[in-house]
T-cell receptor, first 111, second 113 residues
Framework: SQQGEEDPQALSIQEGENATMNCSYK?????LQWYRQNSGRGLVHLILIRSNEREKHSGRLRVTLDTSKKSSSLLITASRAADTASYFC???????????FGTGTRLQVFP | GAGVSQSPSNKVTEKGKDVELRCDPISGHTALYWYRQSLGQGLEFLIYFQGNSAPDKSGLPSDRFSAERTGGSVSTLTIQRTQQEDSAVYLC???????????FGPGTRLLVL
């Protein structure tokens, strides 16, 4: 019952490189959130972008949203080994707050 | 302040037994959510509570699953007659509601033998 897909499924890069992850979804949304997960446990919130926004920044993170293409991207600049984790996008839609998650991208950053 | 807390961190049970999982949301958050994450199904919504409104139970996979939220704060997710396919990490989140950010707890890893 997942809303969308993320690609790539896995990404391996060297420290200092940029990492880009993409998320596509199927229906109109209220907002889209990006989360990070380490070791299969709790999710850490990164950024929330609303449907009327196109781009947001937070430190080394940049998120874009294209509602016409029903897609979003997460860019991590100057990656660090500590950025190694799984990254998920999640959308909410309609009059409900429940989140529908994407399939996730596993990022590996090598020192 | 404190984040969302969940207990126990890990739970091993035998097939057919009942289990209770607890979630303490962030103080002042009116909305509370349960999700689960399993290898085969990814991250999926189970149920959410918003203030005094009737909970949205649309994600509960069967009538063996139920949840309560007492006093608008602590929530308990109960799984009756557990099955092996119930094995997963159960995640709780809370928010101020109204499409705001959901903050997640560390999860409870449930293993049904």
């Amino acid at each position: 019952s997942q809303q969308g897909e993320e690609d790539p499924q896995a990404l391996s890069i060297q420290e200092g490189e940029n990492a880009t992850m993409n998320c596509s979804y199927k229906t109109s949304i209220n907002n889209l959130q990006w989360y990070r997960q380490n070791s299969g446990r709790g999710l850490v919130h990164l950024i929330l972008i609303r449907s009327n926004e196109r781009e947001k920044h937070s430190g080394r993170l940049r998120v874009t949203l294209d509602t016409s293409k029903k897609s979003s991207s997460l860019l991590i600049t100057a990656s660090r080994a500590a950025d190694t984790a799984s990254y998920f996008c999640a959308t909410s839609r309609g009059d409900t707050d429940k989140l529908i998650f994407g399939t996730g991208t596993r990022l590996q950053v090598f020192p | 302040g404190a984040g969302v807390s969940q207990s126990p961190s890990n739970k091993v049970t035998e097939k057919g037994k009942d289990v209770e999982l607890r979630c303490d949301p962030i103080s002042g958050h009116t909305a509370l959510y349960w999700y689960r994450q399993s290898l085969g199904q990814g991250l999926e919504f189970l149920i959410y509570f918003q203030g005094n409104s009737a909970p949205d139970k649309s994600g509960l996979p069967s009538d063996r699953f139920s949840a309560e939220r007492t006093g608008g704060s602590v929530s308990t997710l109960t799984i009756q007659r557990t099955q092996q396919e119930d094995s997963a990490v159960y995640l709780c989140a809370s928010s101020r509601g109204g499409q705001e950010t959901q903050y997640f707890g560390p999860g409870t890893r449930l293993l049904v033998l």
